[in-house]
């Protein structure tokens, strides 16, 4: 998994919480808004988010906020 690239960092919003969960779901709301144009549900971000959390599953070891943001960019 590539890490995020600087543009991909834009996503997180500056206030964004530090842990790692809380970031993330402030990392899909962004991305939702950009990539949707409009807010996602709350069922689009709690899906989201369940793919996110997979990550330290699925790649061990690596940053977990970057292996789940990786996850839901691809």
């Known amino acids: 998994i590539a890490g995020?690239?600087?543009r991909s960092a834009r996503l997180v919003p500056t206030n964004?919480?530090?842990?790692t969960s809380a970031k993330g779901?402030?990392?899909i709301t962004s991305l939702g808004?950009?990539?949707f144009r409009r807010p996602l549900t709350d069922a689009e971000?709690?899906?989201h988010l369940g793919l996110f959390t997979q990550?330290?599953?699925l790649y061990?070891?690596?940053d977990a906020f970057k292996v789940g943001a990786s996850l839901v960019i691809q």
């Open 4 to 6: 995020l690239n600087a």
């Open 16 to 19: 964004a919480p530090t842990e």
């Open 25 to 27: 779901k402030a990392f």
């Open 33 to 35: 808004q950009r990539a």
């Open 45 to 47: 971000v709690t899906t």
């Open 55 to 57: 990550g330290t599953t």
């Open 60 to 62: 061990p070891g690596g």
